[in-house]
C-alpha cells in the first residue's frame, strides 16, 4: 500500500534514507529515539515534506510530486487536529465538505462515525468540552469519513493516560480491521504495543535499522540499538 523507495531528504546536516514497504490493510509501528527523523517520515508519506531523491508511492501510484491533500492520507498529529471553533459535528463534516455543505445522508455518515468511535451524542459539542481522549476519537471520525485508505498518527495519544492509551489504540485496530485501514503510527510508549500486530519498525539518525514483527522487537530486539532504546 505504501512503498518509499530510496527516498532521501535532508535537512541541514541530518541525511534521512529509508526505504520500506507497507503491506495493505498492516500496522507499521515507528520507534526510536527523538529525533531519528520518525515524524520526518510521515511528513514524506503524507506529502509535507517533498524527497530530494527517491519515489513515494501509494496504492501503486507515484505520489511523489502530489500535494497532501491529493493524497489517500489521513494524518493525526498529538494535538490540535480539531478546530476549536466548530462543533464535533462540523469537524467531522470537514471530512467530507471543506466548506461544511453538507446533504443529509452527510450528516447520517457523521453520526455513524461518531458512534463507530464511540461518541453518539457528542456531536453538538465543542472540543473544549471533550476530554483529550474524546477529541482524538472526533479527529478518528473524521478520517472514517474521508475514506483515505492510509491512516498516520504521529504520537496521537501520548498526552493521554495508559488506560485510554490502550482503548484508543484498540480503537485503532479496529478501524484497520473493518474498515480497511493502512496505519503507520509513531509512538514513545513501547509498553503499549505488547498486544498490537503488525510489525515495529526502528529508526536511528534518520534511517530504519531494524524491522521486526513488533513482539519481536519488544522482547527480543533484532538490533542493539533497540535493546538499549528499550533499557533492556
Ligand atoms: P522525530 O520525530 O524522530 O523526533 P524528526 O523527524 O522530527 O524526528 O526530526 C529528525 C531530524 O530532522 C531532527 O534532527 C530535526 O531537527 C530535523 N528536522 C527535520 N525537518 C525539520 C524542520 N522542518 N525543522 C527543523 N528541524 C527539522
Ligand atoms: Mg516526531
Redesign the pocket.
Same mark, same amino acid.
Given at each position: 500500500m505504501i512503498q518509499l523507495s530510496g527516498v532521501r /531528504?535532508r /535537512?541541514?546536516t =541530518?541525511v =534521512?534514507a529509508y526505504d520500506l514497504t507497507v503491506e495493505r490493510g498492516s500496522l507499521v509501528t +515507528?520507534i @526510536?529515539?527523538? @529525533?531519528? @527523523?520518525?515524524?520526518?517520515?510521515?511528513?514524506l508519506i503524507a506529502g509535507f !515534506?517533498r524527497p530530494q531523491a527517491g519515489r513515494v508511492l501509494i496504492d501503486g501510484q507515484d505520489m511523489t510530486d502530489r500535494r497532501p491533500a491529493a493524497r489517500p492520507i489521513t494524518m493525526l498529529f498529538q494535538d490540535h487536529n480539531l478546530f476549536g471553533h466548530l462543533t464535533v459535528r462540523q469537524n467531522v463534516g470537514l471530512g467530507i465538505h471543506p466548506g461544511l455543505r453538507l446533504t443529509r445522508p452527510d450528516e447520517a455518515a457523521i453520526e455513524e462515525a461518531l458512534a463507530r468511535v464511540g461518541l453518539a451524542g457528542f456531536a453538538g459539542r465543542r472540543p473544549w468540552q471533550l476530554s483529550g481522549g474524546e477529541r482524538q476519537r472526533v479527529a478518528l471520525a473524521r478520517s472514517l469519513v474521508r475514506h483515505r485508505p492510509v491512516l498516520l498518527l !504521529?504520537?496521537p495519544f501520548a498526552a493521554l493516560g495508559p488506560a485510554q492509551r490502550r482503548s484508543m489504540i484498540g480503537l485503532v485496530e479496529d478501524l484497520r480491521t473493518d474498515a480497511g485501514f493502512t496505519v503507520v503510527m +509513531?509512538t514513545h510508549q513501547t509498553d503499549d504495543l505488547h498486544r498490537v500486530s503488525g510489525r515495529a519498525i526502528f529508526?536511528e539518525d @534518520?534511517s530504519i535499522v531494524a524491522d521486526a514483527p513488533t513482539r519481536q522487537m519488544l522482547t527480543n530486539p533484532p538490533h542493539p540499538a533497540v535493546a538499549a532504546y528499550l533499557g533492556l
Open positions: /531528504y /535537512y541541514e =541530518m =534521512m +515507528v @526510536g529515539p527523538s @529525533g531519528a @527523523g520518525k515524524s520526518t517520515l510521515l511528513n !515534506d !504521529d504520537e +509513531v529508526l @534518520g
